[in-house]
């Protein structure tokens, strides 16, 4: 009965690691797919990324609408 017990404790635990790594192989594939590697993104937007990074750190903060946002940062 203790050896049932333990194979249905290792099922459990290979079960678990495969669907990490299932899940973690997922997410690689999404981000390779969806966000570009660093240095496919133009330096002018990055600049103005870090320029609005440091404004909201000296508590200087603005609200945009979508179109504004796209127009001004993209």
């Given amino acids: 009965m203790n050896a049932l017990a333990n194979m249905d404790e290792l099922k459990l635990e ?3 690691e495969l669907r990490q790594e299932i899940l973690t192989e ?3 594939i999404i981000r390779d797919e969806f966000y570009p590697h660093e240095e496919k993104i133009r330096k002018q937007f990055i600049k ?3 320029e609005a990074e440091r404004r ?3 508590g200087k ?3 945009y609408t979508l179109e504004e946002f796209e127009k001004k940062f993209l």
Wanted: proline letters at 0%; zero cysteines; glycine letters at 0%.
């Fill in 14 to 16: 290979l079960k678990n």
């Fill in 26 to 28: 997922v997410l690689d």
């Fill in 48 to 50: 103005k990324v870090e």
């Fill in 56 to 58: 909201v750190e000296e």
């Fill in 61 to 63: 903060i603005s609200e």
